[in-house]
């Protein structure tokens, strides 16, 4: 299934830079986009100082889906560097540039360096919920069991 998403760039204070690439899917059946760094010089993230990372890039989703942010499993796992807010989410009505919030979890800096990849942009379907007020929830075998409650 494919959809149509519309980018713009929007490099405020990079014009006089090349353009970078637009996101592209890294295989065939890859869920997500690789969003690239659109950064002038090179960023230094210190570590546990969150950091938002620009892509040069707006975006126009169709109603009803969003775009969700989420971390690159190799930065992740080599350099301990992640989204802060995975997933974070793109709606559909927001037209300001996307940038990521990138956090290093390593006690060693990560420099992000202009065209970096550093999050992939997953697009999916929403759904919107009506909510209905009752008095009462039916039961069930968990209850109001939280945390842990299931087992380990």
């Known amino acids: ?3 149509t998403v519309k980018v713009k760039r929007v490099s405020e204070g990079r014009e006089s830079l ?3 690439p637009l ?3 890294q295989s065939e059946q890859a869920a997500g986009l690789d969003l690239l760094a659109d950064v002038a010089e ?3 993230l210190q570590p546990f100082q969150p950091r938002a990372i620009p892509t040069g890039l707006s975006f126009e989703l ?3 889906y969003e775009g969700q942010v989420r971390s690159r499993s190799g930065l992740a796992l ?3 560097v992640m989204c802060l ?3 974070g989410t793109l709606d559909a009505d927001y037209r300001g540039e996307l940038q990521v919030i990138l956090m290093s979890f390593s006690p060693q800096p990560f420099t992000v360096r202009r065209g970096d990849r550093i999050a992939q942009l997953v697009v999916a379907q929403v759904t919107q919920a009506v909510l209905s007020e009752v008095p009462e929830l039916s039961s069930t075998s968990r209850g109001a069991g939280g945390f842990g ?3 380990r």
Do not use: E, F, I, W
Request: glycine share 8%; aromatic share 4%.
């Open 78 to 80: 080599k350099h301990a």
């Open 85 to 87: 807010n995975s997933p």
């Open 62 to 64: 169709p109603p009803g």
């Open 149 to 151: 409650s299931t087992g």
């Open 23 to 25: 996101p592209r899917y």
């Open 42 to 44: 090179d960023q230094v």
């Open 1 to 3: 299934m494919t959809v």
């Open 18 to 20: 090349p353009p970078l």
